[in-house]
T-cell receptor
């Protein structure tokens, strides 16, 4: 079972920031937070991951709370092409640890 | 740097036939994962392999499904005697190492249709 909780759907206006929350209240010390998205049945696309510090790359920013029990993925200027299902996953490092996908958040970017 | 390559992109099989799905990981990646996505459902883990070893097959159906990742060549997911319920998108992912935080990189999948 997925160890994360996400809202099933969200809307965002084109050009505005999209803030996608994820709750992972049972996260343990060696578990990283990963974000993926899946656009219209393509393969999941890796976005970003982090342990406890905030992270930023060319796609998004990841804000992790100090207690690490929740995080937020931020798409700073959403476009129509960002419409997708976004998955938040926690995964420990260590041998044989697979990624468990939950139902994710269906983000709709509206014109 | 080529990504994860899966072929074929689409595969149609009649009930009772065999389906073979291939996955070539990214260059330098020695770990392969297979996932299945039924229509309108989420991704479900099937199996995790290293070269010549199955590490975790806890998500594989007990019968008709098998996977391998030989020393040379792509990883193969094999489904024998397919049934309509096997119709799904099958995604392969790869990573470079096991004992670190490397993300998985996914291919664009093989869509299997059983008629």
């Amino acid at each position: 079972d997925a160890k994360t909780t996400q809202p099933p759907s969200m809307d965002c206006a084109e050009g505005r920031a999209a803030n996608l929350p994820c709750n992972h209240s049972t996260i343990s010390g060696n578990e990283y937070v990963y974000w993926y998205r899946q656009i219209h049945s393509q393969g999941p696309q890796y976005i970003i991951h982090g342990l406890k510090n905030n992270e930023t790359n060319e796609m998004a920013s990841l804000i992790i709370t100090e207690d690490r029990k929740s995080s937020t993925l931020i798409l700073p200027h959403a476009t129509l092409r960002d419409t997708a299902v976004y998955y938040c996953i926690v995964r420990p490092t260590g041998r044989g640890q697979n990624f468990v996908f939950g139902p994710g958040t269906r983000l709709s970017v509206l014109p | 740097n080529a990504g994860v390559m899966q072929n074929p992109r689409h595969l149609v099989r009649r009930r009772g036939q065999e389906a073979r799905l291939r996955c070539s990981p990214m260059k330098g990646h020695s770990h392969v994962y297979w996932y299945r996505q039924l229509p309108e459902e989420g991704l479900k883990f099937m199996v995790y392999l290293q070269k010549e070893n199955i590490i975790d097959e806890s998500g594989m159906p007990k019968e008709r499904f098998s996977a391998e990742f030989p020393k040379e060549g792509p990883s193969i997911l094999r489904i024998q005697q397919v049934v309509r319920g096997d119709s799904a998108a099958y995604f392969c992912a790869s990573s470079p190492k096991d004992r670190d935080n490397s993300p998985l990189h996914f291919g664009n999948g093989t869509r299997l249709t059983v008629t």
